[in-house]
């Protein structure tokens, strides 16, 4: 039997959806802290059943600012995690816990006059220091490893940064860990990222299979092109892949419904039901709460069957790995993001 294509972890916030119980499958990943997009955060309320495994974000992504100012000190940040699985009751379902990663795509810039702020990238001498601290946030976590495998996350604003930064994390690297590719979930949003996306995985997928990683982890990433991408060139080299993403879980909410080869380009938000209210709801019942649901469902079986739910676009980048290195394999689609 064929492996799985793509592993993926449902991003989860809440105990319910739209008054049903949250129910995320078998893989979840959890941040302690969600954003609202102002630049405001919340502690996540999250409810992990039975038999769940988590991937253990580090709430870097949901900080305001979470560029430079206000970071949690690394000690602070592991501390955050740590209370968060007690409190949820989840620390001995933990299969990885991630690296606090300084994120080079979501530094909240205050505009001036403006109480709107905007998400720019770093370049530059500011992503070398991104750099530094995401490799000094591994050298922290690997101290402090309390039993558990790592996600250990790289960041880079361009090609050459990200490769740099896994040459200097990877010497942590232990049996079971998994290496986190950070920076590339807004490239649904910036196609024009593909570039440097292909040349750092012509870079970075290639060296980690030469030092041994089993695994790398896609952060936040459900965009066909890029998922393409890596899953050819992780094949090329005897990588699994895996990736997460929360946007499955309230998609239908926003009238949305599929990717790639099952992307219904018209589609209506489901009601929220009298019977919602009371978890009375029939399976089958066309309701939001359910429909998100199935939609998790659908979404996890689509990425478990990437290489033949996408086969022409997946054969695509497959047939032009050597092209990666100029960042000119582009089959892009605006619409699936």
């Known amino acids: 039997m064929e492996r799985e294509s793509i592993t993926f972890y449902c991003g989860v916030s809440h105990g319910f959806w739209s008054y049903h119980r949250a129910e995320p499958g078998p893989l979840i990943c959890i941040s302690p802290i969600v954003g609202d997009g102002s630049g405001k955060f919340r502690p996540t309320g999250v409810y992990v059943p039975d038999g ?3 991937l253990q974000d580090s709430g870097a992504y949901g900080e305001p600012l979470s560029a430079f100012s206000r970071r949690l000190t690394f000690a602070y940040a592991l501390k955050r995690q740590e209370q968060h ?38 370049n530059g001498i500011t992503g070398i220091e991104a750099v530094d601290i995401t490799v000094r946030a591994a050298k922290f976590i690997d101290k402090h490893r309390s039993g558990y495998h790592l996600a250990l996350n790289a960041q880079g604003s361009t090609p050459i940064q990200y490769f740099q930064c896994v040459q200097k994390i990877m010497p942590l690297f232990q049996d079971g860990d998994v290496l ?17 996306f292909l040349e750092m995985l012509s870079l970075v ?26 899953l050819a060139i992780c094949d090329h080299h005897g990588i699994a892949m895996s990736t997460d993403s929360a946007f499955p879980s309230f998609a239908p909410r926003l009238g949305k419904w599929g990717y790639g080869s099952w992307r219904r380009s018209k589609y209506s938000r489901p009601p929220v ?9 029939e399976l089958g019942t066309n309701c939001l709460g359910l429909k998100c649901i199935e939609h998790i469902k659908l979404t996890r079986e689509w990425l478990s069957n990437f290489r033949e739910r996408e086969s022409e676009r997946y054969q695509f980048y497959a047939r032009n790995l050597d092209q990666y290195c100029l960042g000119q394999v582009l089959d892009l689609d605006l619409e699936d993001v």
Do not use: W
Not at 102 to 112: F, N, P, S
Not at 273 to 281: F, N, V
């Open 52 to 54: 769940t495994l988590v």
């Open 85 to 122: 699985a007690e409190k949820y009751n989840y620390s001995d379902k933990i299969a990885y816990r991630a690296s606090y990663d300084l994120l080079v795509d979501h530094r909240m810039i205050a505009e001036k006059g403006s109480s709107v702020r905007k998400i720019v990238r770093c």
């Open 180 to 196: 986190g590719l950070g920076g590339c979930c807004i490239i649904g949003r910036k196609p024009s990222m593909m570039h440097d």
């Open 205 to 230: 997928i290639p060296f980690a299979a030469s030092e041994g990683v089993k695994r790398v982890h896609l952060y936040g990433s459900i965009y066909t092109p890029a998922l393409s991408a890596c």
């Open 273 to 281: 039901l009298p019977s919602c209210k009371t978890q009375s709801c």
